[in-house]
């Protein structure tokens, strides 16, 4: 059965630091390229982050490029989110998400929520 589970959320002041973790079953993890997305409440759903299967590439939105930095440990399976100098507007709730474009095939976990507020 395929799982994501993403976990960190927390709330934190302004100009504070979390990191998201993403544990991952069920799939052959490191054939996967993983990514962060968030969506904030009335929001669409933004793409922040991406790395590649093996971990050799990674990209980022405009919007957190600098201050987020998107990691991976193919041997257990996790994928995490280190996230500097939180703002008020990171509150939102934040997904990992597996793809395999070759295939066609992704999967998302649950989310966990980040709320930054002094």
């Known amino acids: 059965q395929v799982q994501l589970v993403e976990s960190g959320g927390d709330l934190v002041q302004p100009g504070g630091s979390l990191r998201l ?7 052959t993890f ?11 409440p009335g929001k669409e759903r933004e793409w922040l982050a991406r790395i590649t299967h093996v971990g050799g590439s990674t990209n ?8 987020f930095t998107i990691s991976r ?12 100098s939180l703002k ?14 070759q295939v066609g095939v ?8 980040v709320t930054v507020s002094s």
């Open 30 to 40: 490191s054939r996967y390229a993983m990514s962060w997305y968030r969506q904030a």
């Open 73 to 84: 440990d193919n041997a257990k399976h996790m994928v995490y989110l280190q996230m500097n």
């Open 88 to 101: 008020p507007e990171d509150t939102a709730v934040y997904y990992c998400k597996a793809d395999r474009t």
């Open 106 to 113: 992704s999967y998302w976990g649950p989310g966990t929520q």
């Open 21 to 27: 973790s993403c544990a991952a079953s069920g799939f």
């Open 60 to 67: 980022y939105a405009d919007s957190v490029k600098g201050r």
